[in-house]
């Protein structure tokens, strides 16, 4: 309770932070719980300087614009609060409204940031946070964003504080256009929403939208009394995620539970409703698709590859720990996807993790892209989203390989003419059938009861040697008749 009355005293980034922190499975129940109201109930501002807000940037009285204006907030967050209103035409709207005094609560945090990463740098000499600290100060040169050290939480267990730069803009009209993108980009998915942005009553501190109704998307009550599947729920999830991540390269950077919404349609069908659109990844396209490289290796288990393209993201010798971190394998590892660690393999990477030093941890993270940590940042985030809605764990993996896949023949197809184009959609398609095969297989047998009989063991050893015969033979094929070789 201390913890979150120090986060809403502070606002602004230790409210961010809160909300990290809560949408965190690793972190005990007593701190996420209590913490996961500053998702979207925060302490919230008095309503005589959120009036003043509105009316200093619209330029009107309240009266003026809305019939209806709930002076009471729907939602109170890091950064800005909402009130529900009614327009003139009846048109139910939701205005979100920054905190007065924002900017400058902001710089005195990054201040307070810096003294204290200076003064840790300076007694530990292996936590180095100069590349953190030189975002910061580039970010506060920038008119639209602020950057903000969230990823902490999981380490502060094992006494390490691992940061992630996430560019938080605090201009709305920037936060508009991300919404609009995203809007286009999702337009034809049918269970993805995105509120539709007043563009004349939107500004830098004011952002009017559409108002969606809703329920927080990890509320299991709420789903379980509509009928709808918590499993489809985290399907759609992560098809929506791993679409942003491999296909456009344009990635909202903040899914805890308070920013995404689950709407029900009736007979369990239900509609994802995307919140707060300030905090984007516009990701490199050399990056992007590398990084679906990296997850089909990841997948394949293709140790050589992995290694390969980690010396192109520039982690050297850490590119060892991607496949612990993504899919709880060792990059040695000898079992097909789905299988859980053997003794022997555990014994070998606890024995490795314990040889690491803060420096190793501090090299890695100064290495990775950042690219890299926005997507490491919002995987945590869904990974615990997931794992909240009991899903199994292929559910990911699925999605990633799925569109992993997609996002590389997005490549090909525009770089190829119709024949090729014809040959590579075969390709795209035959990647994609052999990972799906191979995940929905495993996943099928994880459900047994006793995972470790021979023959089930057996069973999936074949499936995984005929996957990969059949794969090399038919491509090897029909590279020859589309020839592209």
């Not at 009266?63 to 967050?77: G, N």
């Not at 030189?134 to 094992?158: D, H, K, N, T, W």
């Not at 590892?333 to 299988?339: M, T």
């Not at 555990?346 to 290495?367: N, Q, V």
Request: hydrophobic content about 40%; charged content about 25%; overall charge positive.
């Amino acid at each position: 309770m201390k913890l979150l009355k120090l986060c809403e005293a502070n606002r602004g980034f230790y409210v961010k932070a809160g909300q990290f922190v809560s949408s965190l499975r690793q972190v005990p129940k007593e701190y996420s719980s209590t913490l996961s109201s500053l998702q979207d109930q925060a302490t919230p501002y008095h309503f005589k300087g959120i009036k003043g807000v509105i009316e200093r940037n619209l330029g009107k009285e309240l009266s003026d614009v809305f019939l209806v204006f709930d002076e009471k907030p729907i939602a109170a967050a890091s950064i800005a609060q909402v009130h529900r209103g009614l327009l003139k035409d009846n048109q139910e709207v939701a205005i979100k409204v920054q905190y007065p005094g924002l900017e400058q609560q902001m710089k005195i945090d990054i201040s307070t940031m810096t003294i204290l990463s200076k003064s840790v740098s300076w007694i530990f000499p292996d936590y180095r946070f100069e590349r953190i600290l030189s975002e910061f100060e580039r970010a506060m040169s920038l008119e639209l964003g602020l950057l903000f050290c969230l990823v902490f939480a999981i380490f502060i267990l094992f006494f390490v504080c691992l940061c992630s730069m996430v560019s938080c803009t605090r201009d709305f009209l920037q936060e508009a256009k991300n919404s609009e993108r995203a809007a286009r980009l999702f337009s034809k998915n049918k269970i993805v929403k995105i509120p539709h942005v007043f563009r004349d009553l939107t500004t830098r501190q004011v952002l009017t939208m559409q108002f969606c109704h809703g329920h927080k998307v990890d509320d299991l009550d709420f789903l379980r009394d509509e009928g709808i599947n918590p499993k489809k729920v985290a399907e759609a999830l992560m098809k929506l995620f791993a679409e942003m991540i491999f296909v456009h390269g344009f990635l909202h950077g903040d899914p805890h539970p308070g920013n995404i919404l689950v709407s029900p349609k009736g007979r369990g069908g239900f509609s994802l409703v995307l919140l707060d659109h300030g905090i984007y990844r516009e990701l490199d396209e050399m990056f992007r698709l590398k990084y679906c490289e990296l997850w089909k290796a990841l997948i394949l288990l293709d140790s050589q590859k992995i290694l390969r393209l980690g010396e192109e993201f520039g982690v050297g010798k850490y590119a060892k720990y991607f496949p612990v971190i993504f899919t709880g394998r060792t990059i040695e590892s000898k079992s097909v996807l789905g299988d859980h660690m053997s003794s022997e393999e555990k014994t070998r990477l606890k024995h490795d993790l314990r040889a690491l030093r803060m420096d190793d941890i501090s090299s890695f993270m100064e290495s990775l892209p950042e690219d890299f940590l926005s997507i490491l940042r919002t995987d945590g985030l869904l990974r615990s989203i997931v794992g909240k809605l009991g899903a199994p764990r292929h559910v990911r993996l699925l999605a990633y390989a799925k569109y992993a896949i997609y996002g590389l023949d997005k490549q090909s197809s525009s770089e190829s003419g119709p024949v090729k184009h014809v040959v590579s959609t075969i390709r795209t398609n035959m990647s994609y059938l052999r990972l799906r095969i191979l995940v929905e297989f495993l996943a099928f047998v994880s459900q047994a009861n006793d995972l470790r009989n021979m023959h089930v063991k057996r069973l999936k050893r074949l499936v995984h040697e005929f996957m990969n015969f059949f794969y090399k033979n038919f491509l090897h094929q029909a590279t020859i008749v589309g020839g592209i070789r």
